[in-house]
């Protein structure tokens, strides 16, 4: 049984920055691949960014150079680091975990408002 509990999202002006955090339960965090998606009215949820097991990274193009994921294996945390944020950046995002490839597990996700 995995949960997992995102915070951090909020209103912030174009520019700006944000930090969310996805804090994990169960044991299997620090051998998951941990994920940010998001999703907003009409829109497929979409990749973020993810980061594997060993470190390794991979973002949308839309979020290169802006946002940076990151995980804390010792505190079972997944980061994201949203900065210079833009109005199209306004989603609900969410933190996911997967596990050997097989299985998913989802935050309720946290809102990001990024008014101009």
């Not at 997992?4 to 804090?23: D, F, I, P, T």
């Not at 109005?87 to 969410?94: G, K, N, Q, R, S």
Request: aromatic content about 10%.
């Amino acid at each position: 049984q995995v949960q997992l509990v995102e915070s951090g999202g909020g209103l912030v002006q174009a520019g700006g920055s944000l930090r969310l955090s996805c804090a994990a339960s169960g044991s299997i965090f620090s051998i998951s691949v941990m994920g940010w998606y998001r999703q907003t009215p009409g829109k497929q949820r979409e990749l973020v960014a993810a980061i594997t097991s060993g470190g390794g990274t991979n973002y949308a193009d839309s979020v290169k150079g802006r946002f940076t994921i990151s995980r804390d294996n010792g505190k079972n945390t997944v980061y994201l680091q949203m900065n210079s944020l833009k109005p199209e950046d306004t989603a609900v995002y969410y933190c996911n975990l997967q596990f050997l490839r097989q299985f998913d597990y989802w935050g309720q996700g946290t809102q990001v408002t990024v008014s101009s």
